[in-house]
């Protein structure tokens, strides 16, 4: 507050602030709080960085480039479509067969003809992600060809569920 008053700007106050919300001390002596329903910022070795859900490469796969979630999403080829982590957790959608080389637009990976005129869309979100089989559906028609989605957590099998492609 003191050092506000003095130099006549705001001034974080950083014992208040975190990924949802900004608090400044303000030269009249007030505090002004600015809260976002969705995480912005993120603390990484001690500096708040502002999020950026922009996938790149990494060690590891395609990730945000300053994310709130550690997802990650496969370069192609085989092994996870995507992984989500939470300390020694891990959900992990798998794809049967083997993934192209995704194209990168901002947060969202696709991989284009996973199965004839069928593409896979991965989304990076705040906190999660979202994955996409555009043209797919629930299955429930007879007679249409699908596949099965397997999402597993911690080394079982949590779903394993049937998507359309035709």
Do not use: C
Not at 33 to 49: K, N, Q, Y
Not at 107 to 129: K, M, R, S
Not at 143 to 161: K, L, M, P, W, Y
């Amino acid at each position: 507050m003191d050092r506000a008053a003095e130099t006549g700007s705001e001034v974080v106050v950083e014992a208040l602030t975190d990924e949802h919300t900004v608090v400044t001390a303000q030269p009249s002596g007030l505090l002004k709080a600015e809260i976002s329903l969705f995480p912005e910022r993120v603390l990484r070795d001690g500096e708040w960085l502002d999020v950026d859900l922009t996938l790149i490469a990494t060690d590891e796969g395609l990730a945000p480039r300053v994310g709130v979630a550690d997802v990650v999403f496969s370069p192609g080829g085989t092994g996870p479509a995507a992984r989500l982590r939470e300390e020694s957790a891990e959900l992990a959608l798998s794809w049967p067969g083997r993934l192209p080389v995704p194209v990168l637009e901002g947060d969202t990976a696709t991989y284009e003809g996973v199965l004839p005129e069928v593409d896979l869309v991965l989304n990076q979100l705040d906190d999660t992600f979202r994955a996409i089989v555009p043209g797919g559906g629930v299955v429930g028609t007879r007679g249409q060809e699908f596949i099965r989605v397997i999402v597993t957590g911690d080394g079982r099998v949590i779903n394993a569920f049937p998507v359309n492609v035709r």
